[in-house]
């Protein structure tokens, strides 16, 4: 790696971090009422959003250390595939799937804005511009694999508590279950295979650049 493109990957991984931390703080001291698919303090954890925004901000923190180390990064290309497949999967449902049926300004609120937009605007162009790798197929697969856990976490939560009342008292959050179990999990399993598609077009751009 030259030293500009080390550069390059030490400031957009430090800006990632830091927008992560900048989000969780909002999102933590915010109320429910402050931006749409956000709770009140800890819970908004619950939310594949948060959740994936955070493994990223994890992700490219450990990264950032082993670059500024001068440690070699290799071992972390799968997480950082993973990573930008979840926030690229966020971003593109509510700029082209919430954002126009519900109205963007609720999905860019406070924390929103961080973890709908900013951080993962920040990954994608990490990925696309910064990153040269050669990535093997298998990593696409295991990509998908978060995506997958957070479904079969969310379905058995409320197979176990049930749905529970009105928002922001029920355990179906998404309302995937509005039109029934089948309906709800084919819903999973179609955003696990936008995961794979989603890691497999990463892939394809990563391994362009790495030639």
Known sequence: MSKKSQTAEIIINL????LTVIGIVLMV???????????????????????TNVFCGLIALIYLVLLIAKKNTDKMAVFKLAAVCGVAITFA?????????????????????????????AAIVEFILIRRKKLPFKYTVIAAVPTLLYGIGYMSNILINGIGGPWPD???????????????????AIITLMAFAVACIFRLISNKRAN
């Open 15 to 18: 800006v990632i971090v830091i």
């Open 29 to 51: 001291t915010g109320k429910s009422e402050e931006g749409a698919l956000q709770s009140s303090g800890i819970e908004n954890f619950k939310f594949y959003t948060v959740l």
């Open 93 to 121: 449902v509510v700029a082209f799937m919430f954002g126009p049926l519900y109205g963007y300004p609720q999905f860019y609120k406070r924390g929103n804005l961080f973890f709908h937009l900013l951080e993962p605007i």
């Open 170 to 188: 029920t355990n179906d959050f998404y309302a995937f279950l509005s039109w029934g179990w089948p309906v709800g999990i084919a819903i999973f």
